[in-house]
């Protein structure tokens, strides 16, 4: 269910946005996505959790309890995925280049701050080393960015996890969508 809602608010979105002709469209559609998400989320955190007191999940009631919010988060995030490099691969490439411009820049950011030191291993001990946890120190300030980026978003937004989910979702759709171009 959450996965066909995720399509269907990908695809308002994307076709609101477009009619519209906004400025910075890609980051539009991720807060045309994430205004129109806010109302059904909020309505799972709501939901009366009693039902799930006295179960367990894998041990734990705290899980018990919030599973079912984890599920439907996750149909979410995979329908915004899905609709997001469907609507990629539909549009005309240089309209999907515009559409998608903010996500495509920031693939760009990221290829560019690993790529080079993925393929700069040479075998050496020393230098093999080094490179991987320049790497890793590398990936793991980026995630520790996009942390901080929620929490900021939550207190201040308070649904900073739906704008990170639909961010992150149109990210990966582009860079699913590039990868099948190429075939």
Known sequence: ????????????????????????????????????????????????????????????????????????????????????TAWNLILPPEQAKIMFGAQLAELSTINSNFAGQVTAITGQAVNLGSTQIEVFENLFIHNFQVLVLIILFSLIYGAGAVLILAWNASVIAVFLAGIARQF
């Open 1 to 84: 269910l959450m996965i066909g809602l995720g399509i269907v608010f990908a695809t308002f979105a994307v076709l609101s946005i477009s009619a519209l002709n906004l400025a910075n469209p890609g980051i539009m559609i991720v807060a045309m996505v994430s205004i129109i998400t806010i109302p059904f989320v909020y309505s799972l955190f709501t939901y009366e959790e009693s039902a799930y007191e006295s179960d367990k999940f894998l041990g734990s009631n705290t899980l018990a309890r919030h599973f079912p919010i984890i599920v439907v988060l996750a149909g979410l995030f995979f329908g915004l995925i899905i609709g997001f």
